[in-house]
């Protein structure tokens, strides 16, 4: 509501003269925009150095992203991890961090389009970031030390 409640402080106050009253919310404004900006922008890049938290999704959102992903038969493995930012933590953002199968037999139009898919129709929101796990070095082995991040498994399939 701040911007919204800001901006109309702002017409007000200017409207009845009253300039210095205003200040402050446009101060307000500016750091709220600056945070919701580089909020935004850090939620976007996935750095080697970035920290990562227990997803706590619930255990319902869990199985069912599990099941999406036993549908995908290109898929090794999915881990989800809450990202740790620094602009407007009480917005979490998180890490979907994939794994493909190496096959032979599959194209990569083949490996794309069921990457689409899968991405496609996890039914996860804005706040979800997918990645293949093999782009960032080390981010899988960060990925097995934070508990209950592998969501799925072609080993956890076999054995069950």
């Known amino acids: 509501a701040l911007p919204s409640a800001g901006r109309h402080a702002i017409a007000y106050f200017y409207k009845h003269n009253r300039k210095d009253e ?4 446009e101060e307000k404004l500016t750091t709220w925009e600056y945070e919701r900006q580089a909020g935004a922008e850090e939620r976007e890049i996935v750095l080697a150095t970035d920290s990562y938290l227990p997803h706590g999704l619930p ?7 599990a099941a999406h992903c036993a549908n995908h038969k ?3 493995s999915v881990y989800i991890v809450q990202k740790k930012v620094q602009y407007l933590p009480e917005y979490p953002s998180y890490l979907v961090a994939f794994k493909m199968k190496q096959s032979m037999f599959s194209t990569q139009k083949k490996l794309q389009a069921e990457l689409t898919e899968f991405i496609g129709k996890s039914n996860l929101g804005d706040a979800f970031l997918f990645i293949n ?16 991040a592998c969501v799925y498994s072609i080993k956890k399939v076999k054995a069950a």
């Open 59 to 65: 255990v319902d959102a869990v199985k069912a992203l």
């Open 133 to 148: 796990v093999n782009s960032i070095s080390g981010l899988e082995g960060k990925m097995k030390k934070m508990p209950d």
């Open 74 to 76: 290109l898929l090794h």
């Open 22 to 25: 205003a200040k402050p919310w």
